[in-house]
């Protein structure tokens, strides 16, 4: 049985699994590495059955239990080439071995019955990458840390039935929140993360693709809330004709499938 998870999402860690019978991959590791192994015992799976660990960037809050949770299992580790010389040590490098997948090109591989693809993102990273992972029942797709919505993107997420878009902050509450001018000026750039109403576009062309679920993720807790990202996504939509939408929790699972 198909079954993927949000694991936490936004500013304190991200993760996200997806696997078919218990043994899947995930899709960045921040946080703790305790913080995710309890997560996946509480979706029925555990560290030892994860096969593969794709990382879109290399944030903190995107890598930062990569290094303990790769010494506790076997799974292989794919990160763009330029992204691992901003954050790999030589140690965990070394570690790795040949279980470490370098690629300096899109992602084209197959985990189990799983075939993972990549596709550029527009963040502030070192090649960051979106993901659409191709599977029995479907086809999921995950962009988040996207400062705005590309073509490449669009292309890469419609028709995909399941999708993890990021969410991040509602423009009122951004402009008049706590941060410096700086930090607001990167987060609202091209390269800094989505506002509640791209992403509300952008759900709706998904939507009209035939996205079924879409979960909103990476929201700020300075300037956002579910409810708000929720609401501002809902109203790109008529009544009573949009998919199911949920809101991911920074500290728990969300299921998406």
């Known amino acids: 049985m198909l079954t993927s998870y949000t694991l936490f999402s936004g500013s304190g860690g991200n993760s996200f699994y997806i696997g078919i019978d218990g043994h899947g991959i995930l899709i960045d590791c921040g946080g703790s590495a305790r913080g995710i192994c309890r997560a996946l015992q509480s979706i029925g799976t555990s ?62 591989f197959t985990s189990g019955r799983l075939k993972i693809t990549s596709f550029r993102t527009p963040h502030d990273a070192a090649n960051p990458r979106g993901y659409v992972i191709d599977t029995p029942d479907g086809r999921v797709g995950y962009a988040t840390d996207t400062g705005c919505v590309t073509q490449e993107m669009t292309e890469n997420l419609l028709c995909c039935r399941y999708a993890v878009i990021e969410a991040n902050h509602d423009l009122t509450m951004l402009k008049y929140g706590p941060y410096p001018k700086s930090l607001k000026a990167r987060i609202a750039s091209d390269t800094g993360h989505l506002s509640n109403d791209d992403s509300a576009r952008l759900a709706f062309d998904l939507y009209k693709s035939g996205t079924e679920r879409i979960i909103l993720a990476h929201l700020s807790r300075e300037n956002n809330t579910p409810q708000i990202a929720k609401r501002t996504v809902a109203s790109a939509f008529s009544a009573g004709d949009m998919p199911y939408v949920e809101a991911a929790s920074p500290v728990e699972v969300t299921r998406l499938i």
Request: glycine share 4%; proline share 0%; aromatic share 4%.
């Open 47 to 108: 560290l030892d059955r994860i096969d593969d660990i794709f990382i879109t960037h290399e944030h903190c809050d995107h890598v930062s239990a990569l290094r303990v949770l790769v010494k506790n299992c076997g799974a292989r580790v794919h990160i763009d080439a330029k992204c691992a010389e901003n954050f790999l040590d030589r140690a965990t490098a070394a570690m790795l071995g040949d279980r470490l997948m370098l690629s300096d090109r899109d992602v084209d």
